[in-house]
Each structure stands twice: as C-alpha cells, then as structure tokens.
C-alpha cells in the first residue's frame, strides 16, 4: 500500500501555535507559576518529561554503550577551591550593561544583537522584501517571546552591510568592543529607550555555603566537567591503566544568568550531558573515525566569520579533517557522531550547523572548539559544544593539589637517550654557597642540552659565572661542579592527556526538536501535530476503545499488558469524544501509532494500527499488530515495511 503524501507546509510556522500547543498540553510551564514564577526556571509535565527521559536514554545508548564509556554522577554543590583552580571564579561570565535610568540588566552581546536585527527587519519591510508579522490577539502577545521590535525603515546599503558583519562576529567581541558598538551605533534599551552603562563583567555561578558555619564557600556547578577530571585518577584505574577512555555524565547544572529570556533556550538551571574523552596527546586519531569519515556536516569556520559571513561549507569529516579545517580526527569522529545523533532524534539536518569558535571566544588553552548550532524562530542557538581542551584541566588540578593526574604508559621499546648531566661535588658546592646552594643548584639542573654543553666547554678554561633570577652573579669552577654525557633508558612514558569534550544542553535540544516537528493539517490549521520520531516521544501508543462499553475491558487490559511486556509505552483514552477527536489530541503529544478496538476486535482478534503523520491504517491479529509496533517503535521497521507485511484497513471490519 502506498503512503498517503503529508503536506507538512501548507500552513506557516507560528511560534505562538506551538508555544498554545507546548502550554496546553504541559509539556513545560514557568516554575511556582502561581506565585508569579521566576524568571530562567521551567517545570516539565508529563509530555515533556517523557520526551527529556527517552532523548537522555537514546543519548546513553549511542554515546555511553556503543562507545563503552565510564558514566559517573558527581555532586552538584562544589568546594570552592575547585572553580578557583580550573578559572571559573575569575572567568566564568558575561558582560552586562545597566539602564541608567530603570536599573534594569541587560546581557551586553544580546542587547547589540537585539536591535541590529530588529533594524535589519525594518529595512527589510521598508524595501517590501519581507511580510509584517500578522497582528496577534492579546493572548498569544503574552505568550510571544518579548523581542525588540522593528520600524520599517530604509537604510544605507553600507549601513545594511555594517551590521550584518557585526552580527556575523558576534560572538567575538570583548566587553570594550561591545560598549563601542553601543556607542557608535546608538543602541538604547528597547524597551524604555534609555541609554545604558558601559559593560561590566558578572559571574553567571550561584555560590552558597557548605556547613553550619558559613566558613566554607560552595558553588552549584555551571557544568558537570569538573566532576569528571578530579576523579581521574580512579576512571584511569578502573580502566585498567588504558588510553584512550571516556567518562560521561547526566545531571543538573546551574548558571544565573543575567536575562534569561526565549523559554528553554536560556535558564538558570538545566540538564546537561558531557563526555570527557581523554586521548594521547602525541596521538590524537581514532579508532573508529573510518566509520564516519564520509558523514558530511555543514560548516561555518572561524575565517569566515572573522571576513563578516556566515556563508556555510558543506563536506564530509574526513575532508575537513585532511584540511585541518578541524583539528583532528578524535575532534572529528565526536562532530560526526553528535550530528548523527541530533537526526535520529529527529533534528532538521538542514537546520543543523556546526560554527568554529572565533578567537575571543577560544580559551587560550583549546586546540579547536566548535558549536553544533540548530536553527530555529529564534535564529541559530548553540545546542551542543565540541572542544578540544588540551590537558589543561588535569594539569592545573594536579598542580593545585599536588596529586599526578598522569597516565604511566610501558613503552613497547626502551628510548634510549644521551644527555649531559651535571655532577655537583655536593659537600663542597654547599659549603661554598651556604643558603643559596639549593637554589643555583636547581638554576643548573634546569638548563637544557644546549646551555649545559656551553657551560661544560666554559669549565674546561676555568671559573664560570651564572645568574639567579634576580640577576645575583655567583662564580662555579670544574671543583665544584662536573658536567658528563650520560645514557639514560627510558621504560616508562609519564604523560597528562588531553581532553575531547562535547557538552550537550538537553533542554535547547528539546525546545528545537519540537519546532522541527511542528506543523499543522493542511484542513485545518487548528490542529497542530508533533511528527517525533517513535525513539524519543512520550508516548508509543494510543489505545482507543470504541466506546466505554464494559465489553472492551478485558481486552483493553490485555493489550495493554501485552505491550507493555514488550517494552511499548502506551495510553488508554476511553473518553466519550469521537474517535477522530481523541486521535488528533494525541497527534498534539507526538504519539506515532494508534490502535483501535472495537466489536469486532472483541469477536476476531484483531484491531487496527493507525499512523500518526499520513493517518493510515493497517489491520491484523491482535498480536501480530502487537510485534509490527514494537518493530516500529524500537526503529526497526518502517511504516512502509509494516504496509507490505498488514493489509490496508478499508473503514470496515467484519463482525
């Protein structure tokens, strides 16, 4: 049986539709909403839960299982110590600007951001080239995401080209650079007009106190990544001492944000997956990279964006790797594979890229970093960061506690090395120095080949001065100190390895997804439908008994078990609503398949199997419909496949 074709755009996108759609059916709301709510905090309802939990467990399969890695939990609340070590209590922030007159806080980036592109609008709608937003009625105004809204006015066409590569280089900009944007261009608080303050600096962690007394200073953490590297060392030895690994972890993460605005996109508090892969830094190719190495991903690179464009390349990883457009192939293989993931779910690959983080935006100790960045109403929105982070988290948490946060690797062969080495008459050289022996002791022992081979030369022609760091001059002859070639065999390799570490931000996945997804019948624009893939929806199955007659009961329980042994969630609606009524409501929920029993499902063992997009229907025995759904849920089978193995339902069962 052929499919029935879908015209899935035969209504526009409205982000007012889907957002009645998202608050009626609760798959989020605005926290302690009866007690006005707090801005930056959501609870999630039923729908929106289950669709989190099936995402997250279709996460833990491709990543955690497939790639066998190490998943932990670590604590929320964080000493301290830790942030102050890995920079987040110096640097983990965003510049902010003040309305000089109101006092209201405005994130600095965004506020520039805001109004080029609410100037672009105008200009657009001045030239015709774009539709007026159509006029909304009160209710969805207050539902709508507050934007700054546009004047149609026309600009300079130099003017139109200044802003556009403002807005390409956006995230590249210092707070200085920012507040001269402000300036040169004008731009003032949308919503009361007044100008605002130069940009300051604001720390986005929520610090607390851990302990009665107050003495000891705690953090909710931004991130679950520090919880990864302080355990190294134990991940290392459950690992057998083995490189490369992974670690990852599914938890809370907490960040005051300085206007938390666009629903799920910006919070105060958030669920987050992390993989911290850690890798050798003198080898840096993966295993598997051959099994994406054709995957083709759209790219945005930092050099475009620096010349003021947001022109995408596409190509596959493995050319971007051999161009060294990514840095290398472990980097590669995890852009690959997150971009796999994103389609499973059910992501527009054609609204998916992956932009490479611009100079300011780098920290100073990254190799690469980039962005999978998903398009929706409210324009390109990082979901998912890829960076390569060296080894310096491991490095600075070793050096703050004294603990080797090293891999010890048996080298295959010995290396075998000569190098001069100083010999120091020690009873002598302590005698003749006192107090500052120790210290041009290690001035000496720190030399490299180089210097100590010039120093060797010089002692042969008698006493030889060398400095302290503060320039202090001290005479050495050949008494004190001797200085020979030694061979050194080296069975061990001590090295701190690097880190590949992509970081998912579940919620903006979550929120994207659903406006992928969202589109209405073409009879009628009132009945919206979430076409989610059956791997990640809330709920597998709707069971629609023909009536709440008492005869359906006893099967109505028996199809429910049946499918809940075989792993299929589903959901009884025995409503008095029509059928045709219950099935649309549940389209709003993303429910793919819908069965149907009825007088003669009772009397034959059969029932029909309803497909949520096309509206098709198959029919079969009972549990024969029963295995084509657990096929189909599971991603096994597809509808197409199930209409070659169940015939077509016509409207008519016999009795």
């Known amino acids: 049986m052929a499919s029935t074709k879908v015209n899935k755009t035969a209504h526009p996108f409205t982000r007012a539709a889907l957002e009645d759609l998202l608050n009626r059916r609760f798959f989020y709301a605005p926290a302690f909403e009866i007690y006005g709510g707090v801005a930056g905090l959501y609870d999630y309802g039923p729908p929106g839960s289950s669709l989190q939990a099936n995402i997250l467990a279709e996460w833990r399969k491709h990543f955690i299982i497939e790639e066998s890695m190490l998943e932990v939990d670590t604590t929320i609340m964080t000493p301290s110590p830790v942030f102050e070590t890995s920079g987040h209590v110096a640097r983990f922030a965003d510049w902010m600007v003040k309305d000089t007159k109101t006092g209201d806080v405005l994130r600095a980036d965004h506020l520039v951001e805001g109004v080029l592109e609410a100037r672009l609008r105008g200009d657009k709608e001045a030239r015709g080239l774009a539709e007026v937003e159509k006029a909304e009625d009160d209710k969805d105004k207050k539902k709508k995401k507050k934007k700054v809204s546009s004047t149609a006015v026309k600009l300079e066409d130099s003017a139109v080209a200044e802003y556009e590569n403002i807005l390409a280089k956006i995230d590249n900009y210092t707070g200085p650079e920012l507040g001269e944007l402000i300036k040169t261009h004008n731009i003032v608080n949308p919503d009361s007009g007044n100008e605002v303050d130069e940009p300051v600096q604001f720390n986005l962690m929520f610090d607390s106190s851990i302990g009665p007394t107050g003495k000891v200073k705690g953090y909710l953490r931004p991130e679950t990544a520090q919880g990864h590297f302080v355990n190294f060392s134990r991940l290392l030895a459950f690992n057998n001492g083995q490189v490369p690994f992974a670690s990852a972890q599914i938890g809370r993460s907490f960040r005051n944000e300085i206007s938390p605005r666009s629903g799920l996109l910006r919070v105060r508090e958030f669920t987050m997956a992390e993989i911290e892969h850690y890798v050798d830094p003198l080898n840096k190719k993966?295993?598997?990279?051959?099994?994406?190495?054709?995957?083709?991903?759209?790219?945005?690179?930092?050099?475009?964006?620096?010349?003021?464009?947001?022109?995408?390349?596409?190509?596959?990883?493995?050319?971007?790797?051999?161009?060294?457009?990514?840095?290398?192939?472990?980097?590669?293989?995890?852009?690959?594979?997150?971009?796999?993931?994103?389609?499973?779910?059910?992501?527009?690959?054609?609204?998916?890229?992956?932009?490479?983080?611009?100079?300011?935006?780098?920290?100073?100790?990254?190799?690469?970093?980039?962005?999978?960045?998903?398009?929706?109403?409210?324009?390109?929105?990082?979901?998912?960061?890829?960076?390569?982070?060296?080894?310096?988290?491991?490095?600075?948490?070793?050096?703050?506690?004294?603990?080797?946060?090293?891999?010890?690797?048996?080298?295959?062969e010995p290396i075998v090395t000569e190098k001069e080495t100083p010999e120091f008459n020690a009873k002598l050289w302590g005698k003749t120095f006192m107090k500052n022996a120790q210290m041009l002791r290690e001035v000496v022992t720190q030399m490299d080949e180089e210097k100590l081979t010039k120093l060797k030369e010089d002692l042969v022609n008698g006493p030889v001065t060398i400095s302290d760091s503060d320039g202090n001059k001290y005479e050495v002859t050949s008494e004190l100190l001797k200085i020979e070639k030694k061979t050194f065999k080296q069975s061990v390799r001590d090295y701190t390895p690097n880190v590949i570490e992509p970081s998912f931000g579940i919620g903006r996945i979550l929120y994207s997804l659903l406006e992928h997804v969202f589109w209405a019948r073409e009879q009628d624009a009132a009945r919206g439908v979430l076409s989610l893939p059956p791997v990640v929806a809330p709920i597998k199955v709707l069971i629609v008994p023909l009536s709440a007659n008492e005869v359906f009961r006893p099967l109505i329980k028996d199809v429910s078990l049946k499918l809940t042994r075989a792993g299929v969630s589903s959901r009884v609606d025995d409503s008095s609503a029509t059928i045709g009524k219950r099935y649309s409501r549940n389209d709003e929920l993303g429910t793919p398949y819908g069965i149907t029993l009825d007088f003669a499902s009772v009397q034959n063992g059969t029932m029909t199997v309803r497909e949520r997009d096309t509206t098709d229907q198959l029919i079969g025995k009972i549990d024969e419909v029963i295995d084509i759904i657990k096929e189909l849920t599971l991603g096994d089978l597809t509808w197409e496949g199930a209409s070659q193995r169940l015939p077509a339902y016509t409207g008519v069962q016999d009795i």
Request: hydrophobic fraction near 40%; charged fraction near 30%.
């Open 286 to 412: 993966h295993q598997r990279f051959d099994e994406v190495r054709d995957v083709k991903l759209r790219f945005l690179p930092k050099d475009v964006q620096s010349a003021g464009s947001t022109e995408i390349t596409e190509m596959t990883i493995g050319e971007a790797v051999e161009k060294k457009i990514v840095d290398n192939e472990t980097l590669g293989y995890f852009l690959a594979r997150i971009s796999l993931f994103l389609e499973k779910i059910g992501i527009d690959p054609n609204r998916l890229r992956f932009r490479q983080h611009m100079a300011n935006e780098m920290a100073h100790y990254a190799a690469d970093c980039w962005d999978a960045e998903i398009q929706s109403s409210y324009g390109w929105i990082e979901c998912v960061g890829c960076a390569d982070r060296s080894a310096y988290d491991l490095t600075v948490h070793s050096n703050a506690t004294s603990k080797p946060l090293v891999v010890r690797e048996t080298l295959p």
